[in-house]
């Protein structure tokens, strides 16, 4: 299986190859490389796409791992791009995959071609719901996801009645809990990048479900305003996850604005 060592860590990755345009996509938290299946294979016949599990996640969570940020990640992500020998790639990230592609685009502007943004925000978590997230966390940690806060979790990144939400809640009950702990402290901590966005000149798109329970709609507008070169996407019924469970509009989307990049 393929692998980078940077900055500490052992990033697992997949890499699609040929000699395309690179978008490297960067999953939500509790998630991983698989919930861009449906966009890697959309694109990969005319792009490189690499998909990625970020730390604490998927095949390159360890034994044990320190106190990081959405920087730390985002160094990750330019380190990746590095070990790939790939100058600028299109950042693609949902959610927590934004916060870090983000700050990826105010630390590593030379690595960033433009920007694709899924369900995701440039300000801090929402005070309101931050306390009834901890007690999630704590439970998912201490009595290892029990089927109710399971169903809780998967209603607010998957919504009501997805398919595929069994799939994913046995991934979620293969989690350790110090890497569990590790990566919602990390989502708490973040802080506000809203006033440096306007330094990111490179072209965005803002993709965003309707419905999404975790972000809002007002968030996600007010991301893309502060963006020189941003547009957005309503993905109307869609939640949080909206390139997952609902691929066919999201790919709509994300292929015509690549089609704009010269």
């Given at each position: 299986m393929p692998y980078a060592k940077a900055n500490g860590q052992n990033l697992y990755y997949e890499d699609s190859g040929g000699d395309g345009p690179a978008?490297?996509?960067?999953?939500?938290?509790?998630?991983?490389?698989?919930?861009?299946?449906?966009q890697v294979q959309a694109l990969r016949n005319r792009w490189r796409c690499i998909t990625w599990d970020e730390r604490g996640h998927g095949l390159t969570a360890g034994d044990t791992i320190a106190p990081f940020s959405y920087y730390d990640s985002a160094d990750d992500l330019a380190a990746l791009l590095g070990h790939l020998g790939i100058e600028s790639a299109v950042l693609a990230g949902m959610?927590?995959?934004?916060?870090?592609?983000?700050?990826?685009?105010?630390?590593?502007?030379?690595?960033?071609?433009?920007?694709?943004?899924?369900?995701?925000?440039?300000?801090?978590e929402d005070p309101a719901k931050a306390?009834?997230?901890r007690q999630l966390v704590d439970a998912w940690a201490t009595q290892g996801l029990p089927?109710?806060?399971?169903d809780i979790v998967a209603n607010i990144i998957l919504g009501p009645g997805w398919p595929g939400t069994a799939a994913w809640q046995a991934k979620w009950r293969q989690w350790?809990?110090?890497?569990?702990?590790?990566?919602?402290?990390?989502?708490?901590?973040?802080?506000?990048?809203?006033?440096?966005?306007?330094?990111?000149?490179?072209?965005?798109?803002?993709?965003?479900?309707?419905?999404?329970?975790?972000i809002t709609l007002e968030r996600?507008?007010?991301?893309?305003?502060?963006?020189p070169q941003a547009g957005i996407v309503t993905v109307p019924g869609a939640g949080h996850a909206a390139n997952l469970t609902h691929p066919l509009p999201v790919n709509a989307a994300i292929e015509a604005f690549l089609a704009t990049l010269s």
């Amino acid at each position: 299986m393929p692998y980078a060592k940077a900055n500490g860590q052992n990033l697992y990755y997949e890499d699609s190859g040929g000699d395309g345009p690179a978008i490297i996509f960067s999953h939500g938290l509790a998630m991983d490389h698989e919930m861009f299946a449906a966009q890697v294979q959309a694109l990969r016949n005319r792009w490189r796409c690499i998909t990625w599990d970020e730390r604490g996640h998927g095949l390159t969570a360890g034994d044990t791992i320190a106190p990081f940020s959405y920087y730390d990640s985002a160094d990750d992500l330019a380190a990746l791009l590095g070990h790939l020998g790939i100058e600028s790639a299109v950042l693609a990230g949902m959610s927590q995959g934004g916060y870090l592609s983000l700050r990826c685009a105010l630390r590593h502007p030379q690595r960033v071609r433009a920007l694709i943004l899924i369900d995701t925000q440039a300000q801090p978590e929402d005070p309101a719901k931050a306390p009834g997230y901890r007690q999630l966390v704590d439970a998912w940690a201490t009595q290892g996801l029990p089927q109710e806060v399971a169903d809780i979790v998967a209603n607010i990144i998957l919504g009501p009645g997805w398919p595929g939400t069994a799939a994913w809640q046995a991934k979620w009950r293969q989690w350790k809990p110090h890497n569990l702990l590790a990566c919602f402290e990390t989502l708490f901590d973040r802080d506000d990048i809203s006033a440096q966005l306007a330094g990111i000149k490179v072209p965005a798109l803002v993709i965003h479900g309707s419905d999404d329970a975790a972000i809002t709609l007002e968030r996600a507008r007010d991301m893309c305003a502060r963006l020189p070169q941003a547009g957005i996407v309503t993905v109307p019924g869609a939640g949080h996850a909206a390139n997952l469970t609902h691929p066919l509009p999201v790919n709509a989307a994300i292929e015509a604005f690549l089609a704009t990049l010269s």
